[in-house]
């Protein structure tokens, strides 16, 4: 296997654009990331990417020209962006193409995501009391995660006032004003004990990635970010996921642990080698709890973490530096490549006023999606 490298990254802002569908925001993002890289669209010779309300993304080639691209259509909930990588990666690290796209967009209208029972398996009780709610999932996680930890509901707040006040600094941010813990923690209750602060919202957006061999990049001229590693697993026996009916007396593993392990032995490296890190956001519970998955501290550590200020931008490891979902929004399809979009933007040097000090020289991303998928990619400068 080859090693890859990102020779161009896209983004289209994230939030809500009037008058833009999701596929033309993709397709601004593709533009974007050609462009980056000094290529045309028919220099592309395979593509993957995914859109969970936007319709199929292979559709963006009649704008972009029909070129006879080998397209594929992924949709792995959440995860879909860093699935889409994945596949874009291994294409170009088998030998099989030399530059590939990995690319998502949606338009999520307002409210919460509405899935439904029978698309994963469920009957419909499960929906009708209430559990097909994301946001009840993912308070129930964190209440008892709280318990078992000595979480603080402060620290919640702590999470959230840092996304918005990191997201004040990436113009492809949807919420650029700073809360402060006090309002966040006393603004409406959506379900205890989150707030509506605490979490992110569907959203829009698009991102894309140009990948490339090493040979091919020689050829071209141009510099890249190595893909280091990638990884993505589902749950294993006795995990607890979203949309799981029941959970288990025995403590089971994580999908997300899963794929850090991988990522990180692929890499040759650990989680204190890392020096910066997007994790997915969906609440602020999230952060804290992928904090630990993902192998950076142990469990009821983060308190301590948030409270020293570790996880900030000048910290011994900023978390989110564009303010990830909860400032960002979490458009399904583009949320993934959002992280590794920002990664770029680091190990770049071109994060302007969220850039972490010190020249990064490695980068963390980690999507989490329905009904437990995760997927990890490590970048290297």
Not at 265 to 278: K, W
Request: hydrophobic letters at 40%; a negative charge.
């Amino acid at each position: 296997m080859s090693d890859v490298y990102i020779i161009g990254a896209g983004i289209h802002p994230f939030g809500r654009t009037e008058g833009r569908s999701g596929r033309e925001q993709g397709i601004y993002a593709v533009r974007e990331a050609l462009a980056d890289a000094g290529l045309k669209w028919q220099d592309i010779q395979c593509a993957f990417g995914g859109s969970s309300a936007a319709g199929s993304a292979d559709i963006m080639v009649n704008e972009l020209g029909l070129t006879g691209v080998a397209f594929t259509n992924i949709l792995n909930g959440c995860a879909t962006g860093g699935s889409s990588l994945a596949a874009a990666q291994y294409a170009v690290a088998s030998g099989t193409f030399d530059l590939a796209m990995a690319v998502g967009f949606d338009k999520h209208p307002r409210g919460a995501f509405n899935f439904k029972p029978r698309e994963y398996g469920l009957p419909s009780w499960y929906g009708q009391n209430g559990m097909m709610l994301t946001t009840q999932f993912f308070a129930m996680k964190i209440q008892r995660y709280m318990r078992l930890y000595g979480i603080r509901r402060e620290t919640l707040g702590r999470v959230a006032e840092k996304a918005f006040r990191n997201g004040e600094k990436a113009a492809h941010a949807w919420r650029r004003s700073p809360v402060d813990l006090e309002t966040i923690m006393n603004s409406q209750m959506v379900n205890d004990p989150l707030t509506k602060y605490m979490f992110c919202a569907p959203a829009e957006g698009g991102a894309a990635m140009i990948l490339a061999s090493q040979k091919k990049m020689n050829e071209l001229g141009v510099t890249g970010i190595k893909i280091a590693s990638i990884a993505v697993r589902t749950r294993p026996p006795n995990s607890f996921e979203v949309f799981q009916p029941g959970v288990s007396i025995v403590e089971g593993g994580k999908p997300t642990q899963l794929a850090s392990a991988a990522a990180f032995e692929m890499a040759g490296i650990g989680p204190e080698d890392i020096d910066v890190a997007q994790l997915q956001d969906t609440e602020s519970g999230a952060e804290i709890m992928h904090m630990a998955e993902n192998g950076f501290c142990k469990d009821g550590e983060q308190e301590q973490w948030i409270a020293e200020g570790r996880t900030e931008i000048g910290g011994a490891l900023p978390v989110n530096t564009d303010g990830g979902c909860i400032a960002c929004g979490e458009p399904i399809g583009a949320s993934g490549l959002r992280h590794v979009y920002e990664n770029m933007q680091q190990l770049r040097g071109r994060a302007s006023a969220r850039q972490v000090p010190n020249n990064p020289k490695t980068a963390y991303s980690h999507v989490y999606g329905a009904p437990g998928i995760s997927a990890v990619a490590i970048l290297e400068a």
